[in-house]
């Protein structure tokens, strides 16, 4: 992988879910007011005010936010949506999913308190990541110092507020170095059927509170869909992003997406610090 672009955004908040869809960058933030969409150069393009969030703010206090961790396309009734999901760490403010349709504009938050209660039975809830997966959404759990596992939901549709939901439950398996990387993003490659992935480290024992910001990665599952029928998975190919470039040092990636060039792959993350802004990173996948 080679680093081709990297650019701060000091007016998008809190970046912690990004996809591409038709042209255009998707960047939603876990306590911004809106959704934010950028033209495939990285310029402007139109911000989307979210639904019930004070417009007046650019920042939703951290106690009342939705907690919006992950942004992934799904498809629903033969009409392309980006779908961000709450976090699920603090009910009921972050039990809900968003969804906006770039066709028509439309916009809307669905309850998922229910879906939430089914999968949080078993496991401490904690959402950064989603992708679309074939006609399947996954899920990506992230554990912490006290609780470290991270885990992969796959739920047998996309419309996953109309509960229940079939899933299954894989184990992401990580290398001992670190001691513990915590899941950030997920994206899917239809044509390869790779899974790619990031991860960092943060110091923190709890899926509320933050913690100092250590080292990002990007993974690789190759043969993805029949791997994550497996009870456990671990990656084909492990990254420490800070050897790829020393930019990435300090930096704490959210969220992964992929776009298709003529000359192959390209991988763009996103990363927030914490620090009022967000940075975006592009990658040649060599």
Same mark, same amino acid.
């Given at each position: ?58 920042r939703i206090p951290k106690p009342v936010k939705n907690d919006w961790e992950s942004l992934s396309t ?22 809900a999913a968003l969804l906006y349709f770039p066709g ?5 938050? =669905?309850?998922? #308190? ?6 949080? @039975?078993?496991? +401490?809830?904690?959402?950064? &990541? ?121 930096? =704490?990636?959210? #969220? ?6 003529? @000359?192959?792959? +390209?991988?763009?993350?996103? &990363? ?15």
């Amino acid at each position: 992988m080679r680093l081709t672009h990297h650019q701060h955004f000091p007016g998008i908040p809190s970046a912690s879910g990004l996809a591409y869809h038709d042209g255009h960058y998707y960047v939603v933030g876990d306590d911004a007011t809106k959704l934010f969409i950028l033209n495939a150069d990285l310029t402007p393009a139109e911000q989307i005010p979210l639904p019930n969030a004070d417009q007046k703010q650019t920042r939703i206090p951290k106690p009342v936010k939705n907690d919006w961790e992950s942004l992934s396309t799904i498809v629903i009734n033969n009409q392309t949506a980006l779908l961000a999901l709450g976090s699920g760490s603090l009910s009921p403010h972050r039990n809900a999913a968003l969804l906006y349709f770039p066709g028509t504009g439309h916009i809307e938050i =669905k309850d998922l #308190s229910n879906f939430y209660k089914q999968i949080g @039975d078993n496991i +401490e809830l904690n959402i950064e &990541a989603a992708t679309e997966i074939g006609e399947h959404l996954l899920i990506g759990n992230r554990g912490h110092l006290g609780r470290p596992e991270n885990l992969l939901v796959r739920c047998e549709k996309q419309d996953i507020w109309n509960s229940p939901v079939k899933t299954h439950t894989t184990q992401l398996i990580l290398p001992k170095e670190p001691a513990f990387s915590g899941i950030s993003g997920l994206a899917w490659h239809p044509e390869k059927d790779w899974l790619y992935f990031t991860t960092s480290t943060e110091e923190t024992a709890s899926t509320y509170d933050d913690g100092k910001i250590g080292e990002s990665r990007i993974g690789i599952i190759k043969n993805a869909t029949n791997a994550l029928q497996q009870p456990t998975v671990s990656p084909d190919e492990w990254f420490l992003l800070e050897k790829i470039h020393p930019v990435f040092k300090g930096q =704490k990636i959210e #969220s992964i997406c992929l776009r298709e060039l003529n @000359d192959g792959l +390209e991988i763009t993350l996103v &990363a927030d610090n914490d620090d009022g802004g967000s940075h975006l990173f592009r990658l040649a996948a060599e």
